[in-house]
């Protein structure tokens, strides 16, 4: 299992063994079991004394902290990718866009491409909660955010439903409740029981 972890979370790894040995007992797979925790710096992960020392030693736990991977054009795709999470704001800006070319340019549209994208999207907003549609689209070298998946999925206006799905997918990526309220022009009160259903089916 894959947990990417960009805030402090004292719980985490109370959650991430308890999730990962209840799919072991549940599924019993035949391959072995591995766990890669991603930080984007040390400074984020919360060790607990005393409790996951053994387990965090095993050969089969990775962690990763993204600030001290070298990044270079010719660096794995994925690295670069991820590591936009930690980009200075005046470098994320090209980075996301050359990523974005890069996957329009290499790989054919289909559903990876679909996620690839969705996810360099995702991150813009992340970095940059306060920015509008247009200011994000223009940073992607884009024309319309509309017309992306991500603006579909995540600000389809006019649909409760749609809206209750983003509230989840901002609150994972990480973005404040007072900027989802107003990106998507619902009530705090309504953000808020939103986000604590998304935390709840999380935990």
Known sequence: ???V??????ELYYRVFAELFLYLRQHQPPHP???VVIYPRRSVERLVEGQFEDLL???????????ELETTESSAFGVRLVKLIIASEIEVSQQ???LLQQTQAEIMPSKL???IIDVIESIMVYKFPQKSRQEIATMLGVEDLKQTR???EVFAEGKQEGKQ??????VASGVDLETIAQWLDLPLEIVREEAQKHQNSSS
């Open 57 to 67: 030693n095993l050969n089969r736990v990775t962690r990763i902290y993204l600030e």
């Open 1 to 3: 299992m894959v947990e």
């Open 5 to 10: 972890q960009f805030q402090p979370d004292e």
């Open 113 to 115: 491409q679909d996620d």
């Open 165 to 170: 799905e983003a509230v989840s997918r901002m």
């Open 150 to 152: 991500f603006y579909q």
């Open 96 to 98: 996301a866009r050359s």
């Open 33 to 35: 079991w591995r766990v």
